[in-house]
């Protein structure tokens, strides 16, 4: 689980980060999994537990996906409002 979470608040961040682009929730996704997964192989490296830890890349990429979605469509989304304060002035010109 907290392999999850935490793919998902890297994904949010990077595309947070990365939010003038237009595939910024791609860019996310992909590097918070790029990262997920080079920080596994080193653990299977050193401790050789591959299904663990794979396992472990495995929920670090769901997490990534679902955090970079989020972020995309509700948290970067600009707010439009329909209000209008003031005066509207209207001239005939003939």
């Known amino acids: ?3 999850a979470i ?3 608040a890297m994904a949010s961040y990077i595309t947070y980060k990365y939010s003038d682009s237009e595939h ?3 860019i ?3 590097l918070s999994t790029a990262i997920g997964v080079v920080a596994q192989n080193y653990e299977i ?3 050789g537990n591959r299904s663990s830890q794979q396992l472990d890349m495995v929920a670090h990429a769901l997490g990534s996906a679902l955090g970079a979605w989020y972020t995309d469509k509700y ?3 600009p707010l439009v409002q329909k209000n209008y304060i003031g005066l509207t002035l209207h001239i005939p010109v003939n």
């Open 45 to 47: 490296s050193k401790s």
């Open 28 to 30: 996310g996704f992909g």
């Open 1 to 3: 689980m907290s392999h």
């Open 75 to 77: 948290v970067l989304v």
């Open 24 to 26: 910024c929730s791609w």
């Open 6 to 8: 935490g793919g998902a």
